[in-house]
């Protein structure tokens, strides 16, 4: 696997992206190889794999797993294109509550390397996309939380104007209620 790390304003928060192989039958590429990730010094285990697929305009997000049982993620789109958010969370990040956005698709085979310590979401771009990440712990509901994905204090500049919501979506905290309240932290 060949390897192209790009740092974004948010430490530790980077894009990959790996050599395709492509002819007339098609594409191959390596999504994840744990030793060239070491080799970049991205040191995670990773124990669970996640998929699912959304309609257009279906925003997800923004969710985190509160340190009880801390996850990172690397996160794909194997169909369609999405927005792709992640929100740093550490409280003692000269970063905190501030966002970094991407376009993830099929066609630029992006993949995003989400640490320990932030909110992610994703908003579908056309009409059905598909999302694949890997997680370094497993889903814990008694350690989930979400930060509202529309909160002011953050801006997300999402690209859709009026997205498809779950009612836990809706209902998330705001970033100054995430720091009023250290069970989520």
């Not at 928060?13 to 492509?22: G, R």
Request: charged share 25%; aromatic share 12%; hydrophobic share 35%.
């Amino acid at each position: 696997m060949k390897l192209t790390i790009t740092k974004t304003p948010i430490e530790n928060l980077l894009i990959l992206e790996t050599v395709c192989f492509e002819d007339d039958r098609g594409f191959f590429l390596e999504s994840w190889n744990k030793r060239d990730l070491q080799e970049a010094g991205i040191i995670v285990e990773f124990v669970q794999d996640g998929h699912s697929g959304s309609k257009k305009n279906v925003l997800r997000g923004m969710h985190y797993q509160n340190m009880t049982s801390p996850q990172a993620k690397l996160v794909r789109c194997t169909v369609g294109k999405v927005f792709d958010v992640a929100i740093d969370l550490r409280i003692k990040s000269p970063t905190f509550g501030k966002w970094f956005g991407l376009e993830l698709s099929s066609e630029n085979k992006k993949l995003l390397y989400i640490p320990i310590g932030f909110a992610h979401g994703f908003a579908v771009l056309n009409d059905y996309a598909e999302i694949q990440y890997k997680q370094s712990s497993y889903y814990t509901p008694s350690a989930e939380g979400s930060v509202l994905w529309s909160d002011p204090d953050i801006g997300i500049k999402w690209p859709v104007k009026k997205p498809i919501l779950s009612e836990k979506d809706k209902k998330a905290q705001t970033l100054k209620e995430y720091l009023k309240n250290p069970a989520f932290r």
